[in-house]
Every structure is written in C-alpha cells, then in structure tokens.
C-alpha cells in the first residue's frame, strides 16, 4: 500500500513539473512537448481564398498580399466604416468584405487602452467574413468575395432613435449576374442580417452557390495565458454531427473530420471568450468545406444552392452573421447548439447546469465575484457528509500516525513485517487508507466542470469584485489571491496526516507550491474560486479534527 502510494506521488510530481516546463516553453514562445510550437504570423495577410468551384485565376488573386501574388491583386478597395452602439465595423468594397470589427463593450486585455478587435487585417493578423457566389458551370463568372463592387451612398452612424443601419455594396461580372449584398446592423445586438439578392442579366440560365466564409489566421488571440488551454479554430455543427471541433493541425494533415453535407447547421471560427458564426434558415440544403489558403491562413465555409436562375430571373437569400461574445443564453436563442462555442469540453453535463446556478446567484448577488464564492459554499454544503467521511479518515489517519512512524523506525530492515503490522493498527483502529481517497474522486468532475465554466464565461471580462480585482478574467495584478491561496494549501498539509515515508512527506509539502506557481498566472475569478474552495475545506476540516483530538498530533 505504501510502496503504491508512494509511485502515485512521484508520478504526479514528475508530471506537475514536466507540465509546468511546457507551459513555461509555451510562455516564451519555444517548441512544446506535447505538440509543435505556436505557428508563426504570416510574413503577410493574404484576402482569403475562395472556395472551390471559383475559377483558378480568381482562386490565386484570392491570395492577394502574399510575395507570390500578382501586384494587382494587392490592391484594396473603398474603406467603408460603420459604427453602432455596439460595435465599430470597416468594410473593403472588394467583394463587400468585412474587415475589420471592435466591440464597443469589451477592453482588451493585453491593452486596457482599446477595445476587444474580433475581425481584423493588417500584417499580423487575418480574419474577416466574406461572401460570393460559385457554379458548378465551368468557365461561368459569378460575383464573388474578389469582386470591386459599388458602395450604395447611406447613412454610416446609428443615431439616437434609429434602431438599424444598412450598408449596400453592389456588383457585376461579366456574365451579367448582378449581386446586391446588404448588411443590417439591430441595436443592442451583434447578429447582423445581411441579404444577398442574385439577378440574372446575362442570355443564358446560371445555378449560382452562394458561400458563407470564415477566414483566419492560425494564431491563438493575442494576450492569451501559456498556462492553460482554449480552443481556437474552425467549427461545424450539424443535428447529425452535433458540435465538430478543426484542428488547424488537421486541416494542415488533410485528416480534418467533420459532416461535409446536411440540410442544417451552421458554421464558426472559435476563439476564448468569443465567436464569429454564419447561420442560414433552416431547412435547406448546405455543403461544409474547409481549407489552408497560405502559410497559417485558413477557411471555413458553407455552401447552399440558389437553384436555376433563368436570363431575367432574380432571387432573394437571407443569411445571418453572429460576431461578438459567447454569451450562453443568447447564443442558444439564435440557433441550435450555437451555445456551444462556449467549450467546456468533456464536462459540458456539468458545467451548464453549475453556469446556470452561477447565473441566477449573480441576479441576486449583483456581482459575478461574491456569486463564485456563493457557488463554491452551496457546493461544499451538497458535499458535506462526503467531505465529513472523507475528513475523519485523514484524522484517524493522523491520530494512529505516531505508532505508524514507531513501526517503521522499529522494522525498518523489515518492510514485509512492517507492511503487517500497519495493516493491523489499520484494523484495530478501522483506519481506511484510501477512505479519504473515494470521497475526493467523486467531487472532482463538479469542481473541474466550474474550473471550465470560470474560464470560458466571457462574463467574468472586466467583471470587479473587491478593491484591487478589477478584473476577474485577468490575473491579480498584486498577486494576493495567488499568495493567499498557496498559504491555505500549505496549511492543508499540515491538517493532513504525515505520510510514513519522509520522501512523500516532502513531497506533500513541494506539491502545493509547484502547483501555486501557475495560479500566478490564472485569472482571479478562478484563484477565488479554489481560494474559496480551501478556506472553506479547512473550516470543515479543521472542525472535525478538534472534534476527534487530533489537531496537535
């Protein structure tokens, strides 16, 4: 028993430092353990490409701004801006592309100065939401996100009582199909419609495909901690597939796995704390595509057919473009299964009741920081009995502790001896090893499912708690919470029994200060959160232990 317990310590002190190296390497930017290191910016951002089905000249001008492209093609059109109460929005008339978006209501973290960018196109970073039409016919020119089309004259500024805003750009090619794309922008919101309108101008019939595209560097936002893991990355999601993850990785391997056809769903670039998404009416048909356009640049797309169009013929096709927060319930009213951009991973079961119990204690509480500590005391109350079976194991653990070291001094030439008669004080006393082992193990998918729910929650952002928390998405800029929070785990130790072996006693003692040095770097709402946790677990403990004798042995 001992021998084993001793191999577990070691295992997870080995890993504890071999993750902390990695996280560190990650942390300066230096090849990782566990993967390749985060791909480096493109030299230059390219325009995205178009999907397949665009003829191959328009396909390689897609790569405008990369050294291999035609210096034509560099060349960018009209510089259209929109602002509302929520967002600042900039458009290239080259195909109608949105290129740029700031979210009015979010800081950035990495610079307190400006606001969250989500879209953006400069020398670091790609992402923009495009749109065009593709045929199957081959040599047919149709509209697409490379098209130079016309900016319609309107207003660019929401004003006081106006409760949207539109933004018209049009364009031809030169088989006579005209496109007219319209973005509407809704106060308070952050869906945009935006209406594709097709005519058909030329002498004969077209079968247009429109395309609903996500473009996108590969790099992670910038200002993210090295010292835990969001996803960032293309996803789909179907009713047969449910919600799909892309690596980019796998996009690179040619190995991404996804539903490539059904009748619903939507597409998405996923990042921490928000999400870009296009959505389409449902029932209709749609195709999913993704792909690599250049060096750490990739695409998303969805594809539905407008059917035939005869010489003369027109259609009407809505869409819907959702860029902002990942905000739970608003996401889930938009569309089915958009709420789970917000990632908890494996724990989702979990983690969205524990949001929603969070939630609710927030309208009561008014603040998001006194709402995690409430959360984590209505969980330890649930928890209670268990706890207190697990906590009087540790304590007659402790209490037999003097005879079990007595044991070992006097038949320490003798381990198989020794094994024997700690198994009979263990009877004696009915002293359980692991009794306090089973207890802990049942509670962890619950504290590990809130873990998930403070990261991702983009309600923490800028969410204050007391004093010097400003912010419970970012890191205590004093360090308190963290300093305070190691203390409580040292003292934990002391309440806890002594292991026999002095290396596991050392141990005992490494472990909570290894693990303290990351919490340096976690955001605050999850330092209070475990800080919380530990005060409130050495309460309990601490009770049980003078209740039984055993706090001075």
Known sequence: ??????????????????????????????????????????????????????????????????????????????????????????????????????????????????NVVLFERDGRRLYLAQTGLISTQGGLSLPTHLTPMSVVPGPRTLQPGQDTLELRFEGRSEAG???????????????????????????????????????????PPEGESRFYFTFTGPAVYTEQGKFQKIQFEDIDKGKAEFVKQAGDGWVAMVQHYF????????????????????????????????????????????????????????????????????????????????????????????NWGWAIVALVVLLKIAFYWLNASAYRSMAKMKAVNPRVMELRERYKDEPQKMQQEMMRIYREEKVNPLGSCLPIVVQMPFFIALYWVLLSSVEMRNAPWIGWITDLADKDPWFILP?????????????????????????????????????????????????????LSIAQQWFINKRLGVLNK
């Open 177 to 219: 199909v005209r496109l007219v794309k319209t973005y509407t922008f809704t106060r308070g919101s952050y869906l945009v419609d935006v209406k594709h309108e097709v005519f058909n101008e030329g002498a004969l019939a077209v079968l247009p495909q429109l395309y609903l595209q996500l473009a996108r560097d590969g790099q």
């Open 483 to 535: 300093i305070l929070m190691t203390l409580s785990s040292l003292f934990q130790v002391w309440l806890n029994p002594t292991p026999p072996d002095p290396t596991q006693a050392k141990m005992m003692w490494i472990m909570p200060l290894v693990f303290s040095f990351m919490f340096f770097f976690f955001p605050a709402g999850l330092v209070l959160y475990w800080l919380t946790n530990n005060i």
């Open 275 to 366: 999400a870009s998404a296009w959505l389409l009416p449902a029932p209709q048909p749609r195709e999913y595509r993704v792909a690599k356009i250049a060096d750490n640049q990739y695409t998303i797309a969805m594809v539905t057919p407008l059917g035939e169009l005869a010489p003369g013929a027109s259609s009407v096709h809505q869409a819907r473009l959702y860029a902002g927060p990942q905000e739970e319930h608003r996401l889930a009213a938009l569309a089915p299964g958009l709420d789970l951009v917000k990632d908890y991973g494996w724990f989702t079961m979990l983690a969205k009741p524990l949001f929603w119990l969070l939630d609710q204690l927030h309208k009561v509480i008014g």
């Open 1 to 114: 028993m001992t021998d084993m317990r001793r191999t577990l310590l070691w295992v997870v002190f080995t890993m504890s430092l071999v993750l902390l190296y990695d996280a560190w390497n990650r942390h300066n930017g230096q090849p990782t353990l566990f993967g390749m290191a985060a791909p480096p910016a493109a030299s230059a951002v390219a325009a995205g490409s178009a999907p397949a089905g665009v003829p191959a000249a328009a396909a390689t001008a897609a790569l405008a701004g990369t050294p291999s492209a035609p210096a034509a093609a560099v060349a960018a059109g009209e510089r259209v801006e929109i602002a509302t109460d929520r967002v600042k929005a900039v458009f290239d008339s080259v195909g109608g592309t949105l290129v740029r978006m700031e979210l009015l209501d979010y800081r950035d973290n990495n610079d307190r100065s400006r």
